[in-house]
């Protein structure tokens, strides 16, 4: 059974930056996602940025070019770097493993403003 723990999120002034971390202990199915989400209050959960276990990334639009997704070599952190941060980023951040299963972590809250 994978377990993810979320660090790194906090309060941030506009403009300023945060690296989040996802730690992921047990077994990992050879072929796996990994992936980050945000939900902000009143809003449904979304898809940020997501990394394959072969590298392949993916991000949403609205953090494009903002954002980048990167895992350790050992392929047991998987870290999300968040620049240029806006207001509109402020939610709560979950990761997400998809193997055989999915499995999310207990979210990190991301906070944006002056």
């Known amino acids: 059974q994978v377990r993810l723990v979320e660090s790194g999120g906090g309060l941030v002034q506009p403009g300023g930056s945060l690296r989040l971390s996802c730690a992921a202990s047990?077994?990992?199915?050879?072929?796996?996602?990994m992936g980050w989400y945000r939900q902000a209050p009143g809003k449904q959960r979304e898809l940020v940025a997501q990394?394959?276990?072969?590298?392949?990334?993916n991000y949403a639009g609205s953090v494009q070019d903002r954002f980048t997704i990167s895992g350790d070599n050992a392929k047991t952190t998987v870290y999300l770097q968040m620049n240029s941060l806006k207001p509109e980023d402020t939610a709560v951040y979950f990761c997400?493993?998809?193997?055989?299963?999915?499995?999310w972590g207990q979210g990190t809250q991301v906070t944006v403003s002056s």
């Open positions: 997400k493993y998809t193997g055989l299963g999915t499995v």
């Open positions: 047990g077994s990992k199915f050879a072929v796996y996602i």
């Open positions: 990394i394959t276990s072969r590298g392949t990334t």
